[in-house]
């Protein structure tokens, strides 16, 4: 029979650590701290500025830690993508960021290396190998201390 685990009281969770971003400014305001794994979803309609505000994100957070940037939508060299590096300065981050475009299998591989980036984004969810959200969830529950950020179309 399997162990069940016993239920948390409000103190547990209360004083339990967690892991979090120490945002600053306007990243403070927008998002508070958050934690610094799991699973944020960012959608929208074409043309309301995803990318943008990704490319943005990712120049931030590579102030804090590792960035594997899995451009399945665009491809890893496209001109759209250079614009945005151009327009938001991504070269001041370049040390901490990386670009490409691998298969579901190489991306699970990829995280399981040692020197695996802290931080995994994924454009979009229709251009990947996942089928869908609750696929990505599922997914990224073997490795618990990574944060996944997913770019989807609004339906």
């Not at 505000?53 to 665009?74: M, P, R």
């Not at 001109?79 to 579901?104: P, Y």
């Not at 696929?135 to 490795?143: E, I, L, N, S």
């Amino acid at each position: 029979m399997a162990k069940i685990d016993r239920a948390l009281t409000i103190n547990d969770i209360a004083n339990a650590k967690v892991e979090r971003y120490d945002f600053t400014g306007d990243w403070l305001e927008a998002f508070g701290k958050p934690q610094r794994s799991g699973v944020w979803f960012v959608c929208g309609n074409s043309g309301h500025g995803k990318t943008s505000f990704i490319l943005q994100l990712i120049k931030y957070l590579a102030t804090f830690d590792t960035i594997l940037f899995e451009s399945y939508e665009e491809g890893k060299i496209s001109g759209a993508l250079q614009d945005g590096i151009k327009r938001f300065g991504l070269e001041q981050a370049q040390k901490n960021v990386r670009v490409c475009d691998d298969s579901l299998s190489d991306l699970e591989l990829q995280k399981k290396k040692k020197k695996s980036p802290d931080v995994i984004l994924i454009d979009s969810l229709e251009y990947s190998d996942f089928r869908n959200l609750k696929h990505v969830v599922t997914f990224t529950k073997q490795f618990k201390h990574k944060l996944f950020i997913v770019i989807g179309q609004a339906e």
